[in-house]
């Protein structure tokens, strides 16, 4: 802070003097008293005041034993403050509104997010109820709340829905035997909506047997059991990986 800025707000602060009635706006003080108060020399609070008349912004009416002190344009500092004091105010209101806000917005959010998940568990059980071999539900429900949410691969619920209906038709076009449906955890797990379905009838042999295609080779379909096609009449489990690798 330089000297007269120093010597300055003294004279603001200081707008009154004992024994002495002053008008608004006036300081009654003196070169020695400047300097004892503000800690500085008599030759710089003398320099101070010069700068201050100088730039009009202090007036200095001389007596024999002290001088009278005014401050030019005093309303207008005062209307300054008060001005700041409002902006202070106006913006710790801002402040205020906008943490209010931002808790509002969190709150917003965490509603809409359990909303969502709400959401998601409604869209399961419809269908869950659709699925044809309802084994593992738990299982199946994080599978599904885990795909809505993937923000990469994103999964609706009507693509979920019309795969379900593919496997369904896939299913009754092949005759696929209770047993080889695949349960509803492992379905959902392995996100089976995009699989490719197969909807053409399975072809048949006699009137006892027909042909099935499974995992991309065909059997032969007899009471229920499968065998390897093309009369040999060897029992497999198309779905058992042993079976698979010694045949094919």
């Not at 108060?37 to 008599?42: N, Q």
């Not at 080889?180 to 053409?200: L, M, P, Q």
């Not at 048949?204 to 995992?215: E, G």
């Amino acid at each position: 802070m330089v000297v007269w800025q120093k010597c300055w707000y003294y004279v603001v602060l200081n707008l009154k003097f004992e024994n002495i009635i002053v008008r608004r706006g006036e300081c009654v003080s003196s070169i020695r008293r400047l300097s004892a108060d503000t800690g500085l020399t008599e030759k710089e609070v003398r320099t101070a005041l010069k700068h201050l008349k100088k730039t009009q912004e202090v007036a200095q009416t001389v007596y024999p034993k002290f001088s009278v002190f005014t401050i030019n344009n005093y309303d207008l500092y005062q209307a300054g403050a008060q001005a700041e004091a409002s902006n202070g105010h106006t913006t710790g209101t801002q402040v205020a509104s906008k943490g209010q806000h931002n808790k509002k917005d969190k709150n917003d959010k965490k509603n809409k997010e359990e909303k969502e998940i709400d959401n998601i568990s409604v869209e399961f059980e419809t269908l869950w109820k659709m699925y044809p071999r309802k084994v593992g539900k738990e299982a199946a429900l994080r599978a599904y709340k885990k795909a809505r949410s993937d923000k990469k691969d994103p999964t609706t619920f009507e693509q979920v829905k019309q795969g379900i209906e593919n496997y369904i038709r896939q299913i009754e076009a092949k005759h696929t035997d209770t047993q080889y449906i695949k349960h509803g955890s492992s379905w959902f797990n392995a996100r089976a909506w995009k699989d490719d379905y197969d909807f053409s009838p399975a072809k048949q042999f006699t009137n006892s047997s027909q042909l099935v295609t499974i995992n991309g080779k065909e059997y032969e379909l007899r009471n229920g059991k499968y065998y390897t096609p093309g009369g040999c009449g060897i029992a497999v489990d198309p779905y058992a990986k042993s079976d698979l690798d010694d045949l094919f």
